[in-house]
């Protein structure tokens, strides 16, 4: 691989990605050699440097072998699910599914299957689905698109999630997730697509719903020994629900780390102690596995 250009953000000797990951440099320079995990760059001298996210590609690395899977396997995993996308290069226009989504033709689930045959699901999600999924809101809202349209989109959509999650073999790591929409909040797609990314890396994950009193939530948390709770909120009509539930998570004994996401929380104001989630479910979920792996609540790992 060639140097980027310039202006990119600043790539990484191996020292510093072994900092960044936990990982011995010697392991690194083994994975490297063996199984192309991590993938350096070369300088103009012929010097390896990492791009900054080869540093999620290694943390993967090491929770997959750290579950058990042997290295080679571990690659491969990686390699599947933290490629390098590239939207440009989509094998399909994004408007004809978002056109058939609308419709309710399910040739658009036919389309999506296709999608997955060829990239890996995480690309089809952040590339194709989640901007349709946004611009279908945008256009609901601004009355282009009718209450029924939206439904037919969601709904869709949803099914096609499902299948996915099906698929998803037993969580590899001891590292449990609870994600949940507060009271107010009725929109839960994009927590069901983070969900799949989130699964796709081993994480067992809690799914609470919707719509949800925080007491509620705090509660299964904490009996589920949470490593991190991730809240979504979309618009304002959950706000109250979302600082209700923050307020009832920070009460507990020991503290569970929170995270927020979704339109509207990532655009608010947080304390330090509650952590804001990137737009990118890929870069979410990235900092919500260090986030939660870096807690003291575990659950066993199932084996398959």
Known sequence: MSEPDAGTEPLLRIGQLSEQTGVEVSTLRTWEARYGVPSPLR???????????EINRVRAMRR????????????????????????SSL?????????????GDL?????????????????????VIAPIMREVGERWAKGALSVAEEHAASALVGSWLGAQVRGVPPPLSRTLIVTAA???????????????FLRRQGVHVVHLGSDLPGQDIALIAERKKAGAVCLSGTTDLGARGMRDTIE?????EPRIPIAVAGEWAINQSWSEDVAVLSSSFREAGATLIDLATRHTYTVPARSG
């Open 43 to 53: 300088t103009g001298g012929g010097q390896r440097r990492y791009e900054p996210g």
């Open 64 to 87: 997959f072998s750290e579950a058990g899977y042997q290295a080679s396997e571990a690659a491969r995993l990686v390699k599947a699910t933290w490629p390098a996308a590239d939207a």
């Open 91 to 103: 094998p399909v226009d994004r408007n004809d599914i978002a056109s058939l989504l609308t419709e």
């Open 107 to 127: 040739d658009a689930l036919r389309m999506m299957d296709d999608l997955v045959a060829k990239l890996p699901v995480e690309d089809v999600i952040d590339d």
């Open 182 to 196: 507060p009271q107010g909040e009725r929109h839960e797609l994009g927590l069901a697509m983070f969900g799949l």
């Open 248 to 252: 009832r998570l920070r009460a507990l």
